[in-house]
């Protein structure tokens, strides 16, 4: 946990935000931290799965580090062995390699400070600033006070050498669980009612995931954390806005706890997202609910669900930064993390043909024995990734919107002598007929290609009227399931109602019998796709595999999103 790590200087151009005001101002010349390193941390707590909101935190933290050439831990802030668990941290270390951040060497828990966190409580006793506190939570909440009110509590002028007999006798397991805390001795009567002496212990019998039942006395956070930071040589606490009026407590740990160095707290807005919730708690409802299929599953915040639905690291980390930073709590509309995926997408997805709705076509004036090859290429935007082979027959299967038996206003698509079409990338053909089954629905579709249009071009350079239509070789076509997700709540503000009674019952669609080019074989799980005129679809990285493809859709090709 040293200081004395060697980094290459820091350019006098960074400022991108207050935070790095901040900072610059206490490395400079003369500064509360020239000289130093600049140290941050990310110290999630390991109940739950990390989410889009958790993003913008390990961008500020870990990108403030990496802009000042600084470094940035990871903590575990396990003070409470209620909800944690080892299958949380796994995944949220998981989750910060998976968006492109290393802590290297510079991991630690906060129950690695339990005996520190003990020893500042014992010494905060003996100096008389703080005490062994009777009061259950319900009669310190009715004796909190109000603004004109102090605050009020019998055990306030407890002798220190008793509050420090109990506070041993607490820790020895002498009492039950609420029977006792212990309270900073700060000021009752402070319009600041974190300060009206605050609880920074109580007793709690549960089992912790890491030190078993070697404690049944547990730090509060705001007593915990500025420990954690101070044996960290943390020089920027970086936290969300809602700890800004907790900073004059963590300020009066920090000096009044012997640690070995002074962080400074620096707050910065949380990020809200229309159409979703954030709190691990109703995402732990909505998972120990059923109503999705787990903290994965891709119409979740989460990062996990997020990857999984198809979403980058790259999109996220823009989206996180071209969000700045601010001091003012503000929701941003989805459709704009929808944008930054489809930048992403657009730039790096190989091209291929899938058929959501598939209805067969035949050409009936093509060689029944003849099977071809046509050379496409996997990105126009990334000339690198080259070509594939793609086989083209007389049967093919096409989106069954892409045909109407009555044509209405507009329709350039296929219908009984309608215009020329051409198939994606091999042939113009014309429509001449179809069939039904006894409930009217089309079976085939009937049409006659010319030959001497191959690549889509016809040799006598007439203009084609009709439009471009994507298809699948029926030989070869693959089977796939496609998954296609809407938002999971039905309004914007889920929290401004009871949100298990917004859900969004079509949130997901799950399509069958679909059909897409046998390249799509060799997907790997989690590899990102666009399916032509479809929209941006990934290989589902928990259910698909070679023998059944299960594509998840991340983002429509459609953007939403107003620049």
Known sequence: MSEDIKREPVSEEISTSF??????????????????????????????????????????????????????????????????DVEYVDAIKEDIHWLGYDWDDRFYYASDYFEEMYNGAVELIEKGLAYVCELTPEQMREMRGDLNTPAQSPYRDRPKEESLDLFKRMRAGEFEDGKMTLRAKIDLASGNFNMRD????????LPHHRTGDKWCI???????????????HITHSLCSLEFEDHRPLYDWVINNVTLPSKPRQIEFARLGINNT?????????LVEGGYVSGWDDPRMPTICGLRRRGYTPASIRNFSERNGVSKVNSTVELSFLEHCLREDLNLTAKRVMGVLHPVKLILTNYPEDLTEEFEVENNPNRPEDGMRTVTFGREL????????????????????NGPECRLKGTYLIRCTGCKTDDAG???????????????????????????????????NALDAEIRLYDNLFTVEDPDAYDFLEVLNPDSLQ?????????????????????????????ADNRDSTAEHLVFNRSVSLKD????
């Open 198 to 205: 605050p609880v920074i212990y109580r007793i709690n019998h």
């Open 441 to 475: 629905n089309v079976v085939e579709i009937y049409a006659e290609y010319d030959p001497e249009s191959r690549g889509g071009n016809p040799a006598d350079g007439r203009k084609v009227k009709g439009a471009t239509i994507h298809w699948v070789d029926a030989k």
């Open 218 to 232: 547990y730090p509060m956070y705001d007593f915990a954390h500025p420990i954690e930071d101070a044996m960290e």
């Open 397 to 416: 299967y096409i989106e069954a919107e892409d045909f109407l038996k009555e044509p209405v206003p507009k329709y350039k698509r296929l219908y009984p």
């Open 560 to 563: 939403g999103f107003k620049k």
């Open 19 to 84: 935070i790095d005001d901040f900072v610059i101002e206490d490395i400079g010349e003369g500064g509360r931290c020239a000289g130093m390193t600049v140290h941050t941390r990310f110290p999630p707590e390991p109940n739950g799965y990390l989410h889009i909101g958790h993003a913008k935190a390990i961008y500020i933290d870990f990108g403030t580090a990496e802009r000042f050439n600084g470094i940035c831990n990871l903590r575990m802030d396990d003070t409470n062995p209620t909800k944690e």
């Open 277 to 285: 919730v954030m709190s691990k708690r109703k995402l732990r409802a």
């Open 510 to 538: 799950v399509l069958t019998g679909c059909k897409v080019e046998a390249s799509l074989k060799s997907a790997k799980p989690g590899e990102s796709f666009q399916f032509m005129r479809q929209g941006y679809f990934c």
